[in-house]
């Protein structure tokens, strides 16, 4: 029985080596991280720079940043696992929990509201003349992407509430890509009208892109839950705890059209049912909107 047991010590020693062997392996090298496009790709990876430094330096590993050309492309790239973390739009997340193994872990709190909320505006050029969204009648809309939240799903139902059907109300209905891109045709008088976030709307003047004065706002939205961080429910557990302590640990930051940060704070998938609620209102069927 001695001579057994000796025998298999090798044994069980090679395959106890191979265990960890494997388990190194399969430590990401990197951590990839998706970012919506708010902005134009280049002033997105400008914006974003801070945050993804203070990531690398705590996490002592590259993060290689990640745009796509719309919010589905980040969606694929999270589904198919060519992305460890990203950040989405309420809507597009609510999306992505129904294709893609993904959970809401962190969301970003503004310095100059103190709250991880924002709201959806639609602007038109003082100019106009149009004060108020009857006066919109048979002119032309600008919204952002299919699956953003405050460029498109929350006004649409805001509009809905007061009898307007986006499709048949406008003479025509553009969607520009990005919340700049639609700032900019009103200001450039491309469009009558656009549906963009607070928020960005904020950033584009502080920047001196366009003037606060050029602009009337038509429709407020309620607050809409800030876009979350999310992150593959199949990532190593240690390294989801190290992700989030990293992002709780990132402060007085600027971040794109966010401005200066207090912090993350964490955020689960609950907080993102009132998105799923307004779908239901919408009558949206988010897996056709891929």
Same mark, same amino acid.
């Given at each position: 029985?001695? *001579?057994?047991?000796?025998?298999?010590?090798?044994?069980?020693?090679?395959?106890?080596?191979?265990?960890?062997? %494997?388990?190194?392996?399969?430590?990401?090298?990197? /951590?990839?991280?998706? @970012?919506?496009?708010?902005?134009?790709?280049?002033?997105?990876?400008?914006?974003?720079?801070?945050?993804?430094?203070?990531?690398?330096?705590?996490?002592?590993?590259?993060?290689?940043?990640?745009?796509?050309?719309?919010?589905?492309?980040?969606?694929?790239? /999270?589904? &198919?696992?060519?992305?460890?973390?990203?950040?989405?739009?309420?809507?597009?997340?609510?999306? +992505?929990?129904?294709?893609?193994?993904?959970?809401?872990?962190?969301? !970003?709190?503004? *310095?100059?509201?103190?709250?991880? +909320?924002?709201? &959806?505006?639609?602007?038109?050029?003082?100019?106009?003349?149009?004060?108020?969204?009857?006066? @919109?009648?048979?002119?032309?809309?600008?919204?952002?992407?299919?699956?953003?939240? &405050?460029?498109? @799903?929350?006004?649409?139902?805001? /509009?809905?509430?007061?009898?307007? #059907?986006?499709?048949?109300?406008? %003479?025509?209905?553009?969607?520009?890509?990005?919340?700049?891109? %639609?700032?900019?045709?009103?200001?450039? $008088?491309?469009?009558?009208?656009?549906?963009?976030? =607070? *928020?960005?709307?904020?950033?584009?003047?502080?920047?001196?892109?366009?003037?606060?004065?050029?602009?009337?706002?038509?429709?407020?939205?309620?607050?809409?839950?800030?876009?979350?961080?999310?992150?593959?429910? =199949? /990532?190593?557990? #240690?390294?989801?705890?190290?992700?989030?302590?990293?992002?709780?640990?990132?402060?007085?930051?600027?971040?794109?059209?966010?401005?200066?940060?207090?912090?993350?704070?964490?955020?689960? =998938?609950? !907080?993102?049912?009132?998105?799923? =609620?307004?779908?239901?209102? @919408?009558?949206?069927?988010? $897996?056709?909107?891929?």
């Amino acid at each position: 029985m001695k *001579r057994l047991s000796a025998l298999f010590r090798p044994l069980a020693l090679c395959l106890s080596l191979i265990s960890a062997s %494997s388990a190194f392996a399969a430590q990401p090298q990197q /951590l990839t991280v998706g @970012l919506i496009p708010a902005e134009d790709s280049q002033a997105m990876l400008e914006n974003s720079k801070k945050v993804i430094d203070s990531l690398q330096e705590q996490l002592g590993m590259p993060v290689k940043p990640f745009i796509a050309t719309d919010y589905n492309g980040i969606i694929e790239a /999270l589904r &198919s696992k060519k992305l460890d973390v990203a950040y989405l739009g309420p809507f597009s997340y609510v999306l +992505a929990t129904s294709i893609a193994n993904v959970e809401a872990f962190s969301v !970003a709190e503004t *310095r100059k509201t103190g709250k991880s +909320a924002y709201k &959806s505006l639609i602007i038109v050029r003082k100019d106009s003349g149009i004060e108020t969204v009857p006066q @919109l009648k048979g002119r032309t809309m600008a919204f952002v992407d299919p699956s953003s939240a &405050s460029g498109h @799903l929350f006004p649409t139902a805001g /509009l809905q509430k007061q009898g307007v #059907e986006p499709n048949k109300y406008f %003479s025509r209905v553009i969607f520009s890509g990005s919340h700049d891109a %639609s700032i900019l045709a009103v200001a450039n $008088k491309k469009v009558d009208a656009a549906a963009v976030a =607070d *928020r960005i709307l904020a950033a584009a003047i502080a920047k001196g892109v366009v003037k606060q004065s050029d602009f009337n706002i038509v429709w407020t939205s309620p607050d809409i839950p800030e876009s979350p961080m999310v992150w593959r429910k =199949d /990532l190593d557990p #240690e390294l989801k705890k190290k992700v989030a302590a990293a992002f709780a640990n990132i402060k007085n930051v600027e971040w794109g059209d966010q401005g200066v940060l207090n912090g993350f704070v964490p955020t689960n =998938d609950a !907080a993102y049912n009132v998105v799923r =609620d307004t779908a239901k209102i @919408l009558n949206l069927d988010l $897996k056709a909107m891929k």
